[in-house]
């Protein structure tokens, strides 16, 4: 159920967005308004429509459900956004994913249990930026086509918690 939730808060987070001596932060980056998942909510709101117009009113029950559901996604996926704060002060990393504007979850882990920034290739040309813990658990930072800017974001958190940075 933990894994299920973290997925459903989960945020991409690649962007430096602020650096001092005591604190990093990232910031993701904004989605697009039209997306795939609103044109697929968009077609079956409007075929909702047309089977409330044409045919009987009782059709048009499930590709309404089926465009809610879709649209209500879509909302919760544009409005997903996300900051990762790392703290020397308290000696902790903050995960903050916030979606609907006021929907918000926070996920802690300690500085020191981050052994590693592992920079992994992943399948159709992505690349996953992560960190990796000293209970073997890798924690996704951001995941990205372009290698280059998560090298660089990869760099930055590497130096900042002077931990080393595996290129996979």
């Keep these: 159920m933990k894994k299920i939730l973290y997925l459903v808060n989960y945020v991409n987070i690649p962007l430096l967005a602020e650096k001092q001596d005591q604190f990093l932060v990232l910031e993701s980056i904004p989605n697009k308004v039209w997306n795939p998942v609103f044109t697929a909510g968009v077609i079956t709101f409007v075929l909702s429509m047309l089977f409330r117009g044409f045919f009987n009113s009782e059709l048009a029950v499930f590709p309404l459900a089926l465009s809610t559901l879709i649209l209500f996604s879509g909302v919760w996926i544009l409005s997903a956004n996300g900051k990762i704060v ?29 052994d590693k920034v592992l920079l992994t290739a992943k399948g159709n040309q992505k690349f996953l930026l992560g960190l990796l813990s000293d209970n073997g658990k ?31």
């Design 138 to 168: 890798n924690v996704t930072v951001a995941y990205s086509k372009n290698k280059e800017h998560l090298l660089l974001t990869g760099r930055e958190m590497s130096s900042f918690l002077k931990i080393p940075l595996q290129l996979d």
């Design 86 to 114: 790392l703290d020397n002060n308290e000696s902790k990393c903050y995960f903050i994913y916030k979606h609907l504007g006021y929907f918000q979850k926070i996920y802690t882990y300690p500085l020191t249990s981050f």
